[in-house]
């Protein structure tokens, strides 16, 4: 599944404060599922869709299986959910 990691670390280095919804928002990108990564200053925002070619060093396209982070900020409830959205990881 495409999951898109928003390191706010870098995002505040930049110079850029935003909430990091409302950059997704911003940018058009829509998205399944948001967990907060607090600690590492930081978001997942799962089954991402109509992401730009091109972003901000401090957003990083992946491809995870959402089963693997099941403990890790996903709920088994949650993990469930993404995978039955039909997505191969």
Not at 52 to 63: A, C, I, N, S, Y
Request: a negative charge; proline letters at 4%.
């Amino acid at each position: 599944m495409k999951v898109l990691k928003f390191c706010m670390y870098g995002q505040c280095l930049a110079g850029d404060t935003r909430h990091a919804q409302q950059v997704m928002r911003e940018m058009g990108i829509n998205y399944k599922k948001a967990v907060s990564q607090s600690i590492n200053d930081s978001w997942h925002f799962w089954g991402v869709e109509n992401v730009p070619e091109e972003l901000p060093k401090w957003m990083q396209l992946v491809e995870w299986d959402p089963q693997e982070f099941v403990g890790w900020g996903l709920s088994q409830e949650g993990a469930d959910f993404l995978t039955a959205q039909g997505e191969k990881p």
